[in-house]
T-cell receptor
Framework: DTGVSQDPRHKITKRGQNVTFRCDPISEHNRLYWYRQTLGQGPEFLTYFQNEAQLEKSRLLSDRFSAERPKGSFSTLEIQRTEQGDSAMYLC????????????FGPGTRLTVL | AQTVTQSQPEMSVQEAETVTLSCTYDTSESNYYLFWYKQPPSRQMILVIRQEAYKQQNATENRFSVNFQKAAKSFSLKISDSQLGDTAMYFCAFMKRGRGGADGLTFGKGTHLIIQP
């Protein structure tokens, strides 16, 4: 197992377009998290899944954002009608699902909205 | 809501020196975890060390140790015998331990640590 993977690593899009990112967690990790990191800031929590159930969503996650984890394995994060303010690094993390979990991060997807 | 504050935007030390990174947090929770993550330039976030709030003993991992002061809500990271590969952004993070399990991490803004040869 090679850890959390994310695809694509970089995405450049024009304002108003839709984009979708994928995250593959460490196998057998029940929990999957999405974060957003802008330049010079720490990551900000967006949402997380326990298996296929989305259990928490941050107020940062506007109506244009949607996340899924249909079979409790990989997850997708879609941003509709992108805005320049969406430009950021989108990080995915997974954890085993036991108490006191440590989250293991993927390399991130860097989104640039022109 | 929790907040995490890292008051040192950047620090620079010589190789082999010891350096301490500061972190304070604010929470009304009694059951939580604290973490230090490292993010090297253009590389992914990796865990450095973690501390359970219910444990009084400070966590250590090789050259890395913490000074956890629960009453003061302080959680500093000490790096001994610093190495060039320690150059990175260091983030302090908080995670509450709620009913049903863990929630998302709350991060500080980070400290950019530079190890000079």
């Amino acid at each position: 197992d090679t850890g959390v993977s994310q695809d694509p690593r970089h995405k450049i899009t024009k304002r108003g377009q839709n984009v979708t990112f994928r995250c593959d967690p460490i196998s057998e990790h029940n929990r999957l998290y999405w974060y957003r990191q802008t330049l010079g800031q720490g990551p900000e929590f967006l949402t997380y899944f326990q298996n296929e159930a989305q259990l928490e969503k941050s107020r940062l996650l506007s109506d244009r954002f949607s996340a899924e984890r249909p079979k409790g394995s990989f997850s997708t994060l879609e941003i509709q009608r992108t805005e320049q303010g969406d430009s950021a690094m989108y990080l995915c993390a997974s954890s085993p699902g036991h108490g006191g979990d440590t989250q293991y991060f993927g390399p991130g997807t860097r989104l640039t909205v022109l | 809501a929790q907040t995490v504050t890292q008051s040192q935007p950047e620090m620079s030390v010589q190789e082999a020196e010891t350096v301490t990174l500061s972190c304070t947090y604010d929470t009304s929770e009694s059951n939580y975890y604290l973490f230090w993550y490292k993010q090297p330039p253009s590389r992914q976030m990796i865990l450095v060390i973690r501390q359970e709030a219910y444990k009084q003993q400070n966590a250590t991992e090789n050259r890395f140790s913490v000074n956890f002061q629960k009453a003061a809500k302080s959680f500093s990271l000490k790096i001994s015998d610093s190495q060039l590969g320690d150059t990175a952004m260091y983030f302090c993070a908080f995670m509450k331990r709620g009913r049903g399990g863990a929630d998302g991490l709350t991060f500080g803004k980070g400290t950019h640590l530079i190890i000079q040869p």
